[in-house]
């Protein structure tokens, strides 16, 4: 379970039940904390007199303010795109890989202007689906995991607003790439680096990981079309996975894709920015879809 952190003297809260005949929602302060988050917090009520009360009886008064009511709704049946994506489409699953899902979602206009709004994305174990407007948006800054999710060679459902999406996919396409693609890597090899450092261990499945990343923004750069599965370099990839290869090994053979990332970015065909006109006039006929639902 959970340990809640302890609250300071003079904290303002509410209570989450009744308490001597007091009603829930009753304002106190907290006048003396337990030594143990488990024991009580003694607290005075606005006519003075006090009284000894759990931490998961009480609630911050700036939260409960703020606090909309909670409203189930199940937004699965709103998904409409849904792709195999990691490993398996990879093409570097092994038996033991999981299966892993992803897409979008678009809500109902109803609930997307709603007080409590919609959330980003929905997830469940091994799936994810982000909104559609967080997804396009997230397309736009050339993020790597959802132009792969774009360019799947696995889809599952795809429903009409989302094939038209997958018509524009290249609208998303642009050098920003360069930026997203080269910050990532460089930045995940300088944590490994470190740990490597600091506790002598590489996580060699993220190593791999990386190296794959870059042949992808390499052959988009060079192409313009997306490589996600990267099957003829499959078995070396694993090897890396294994820990088969030494560290200088997977360095060199880093140092020489990056080589290869800067000279596709240097003779690129893609646009200096994405082409935000199409990408949101998509995102407004699938609004206006949302009206009827």
């Known amino acids: 379970m959970m340990t809640l952190p302890l609250l300071p003297i003079g904290t303002s809260v509410v209570t989450r039940h009744e308490v001597d005949g007091r009603p829930v929602g009753s304002v106190a302060t907290i006048v003396r904390v337990p030594n143990d988050p488990q024991q009580a917090y003694h607290v005075r009520f606005l006519d003075g007199s006090e009284a000894r009360l759990p931490r998961p009886a009480l609630s911050l008064r700036r939260h409960e303010k703020n606090r909309l009511p909670d409203v189930e ?4 049946p709103f998904i409409q795109y849904r792709c195999v994506a990691g490993s398996r489409a990879f093409g570097l699953d092994t038996d033991a890989s999981d299966t892993d899902l992803r897409g979008f979602y678009l809500p109902p206009a109803r609930d997307d202007w709603s007080l409590g709004g919609v959330p980003e994305q929905l ?5 994810v689906y982000w909104e559609a407007r967080k997804f396009v948006l997230l397309a736009l800054k050339a993020n790597p995991n959802i132009l792969e999710v774009l360019h799947s060679p696995q889809v599952i459902t795809a429903m009409p607003i989302a094939l038209e999406l ?12 360069y930026q997203t693609y080269a910050g990532y890597v460089a930045g995940q090899f300088k944590r490994i680096e470190a740990d490597l450092r600091q506790h002598g261990q590489v996580r060699w499945k993220h190593a791999m990981h990386l190296l794959r990343l870059l042949m992808s923004g390499t052959q988009l750069l060079r192409t313009g079309e997306m490589l996600v599965n990267v099957g003829p370099h499959r078995d070396r990839l694993l090897a890396i996975k294994r820990g088969e290869l030494t560290w200088e090994q997977v360095e060199t ?13 240097a003779d690129t065909p893609l646009p200096e920015r994405p082409d935000y006109d199409a990408a949101e006039a998509w995102l407004l006929r699938a609004r206006r879809a949302a009206l009827e639902w």
């Not at 709704?73 to 699965?76: A, E, K, S």
């Not at 997830?123 to 799936?127: D, I, K, V, Y």
């Open 73 to 76: 709704r199940d937004f699965t």
């Open 123 to 127: 997830e469940f174990g091994e799936e």
């Open 166 to 177: 997958l018509d524009i996919r290249a609208a998303f396409l642009s050098r920003l790439v």
């Open 253 to 265: 053979w880093q140092l020489d894709l990056h080589r290869e990332f800067e000279q596709a970015y």
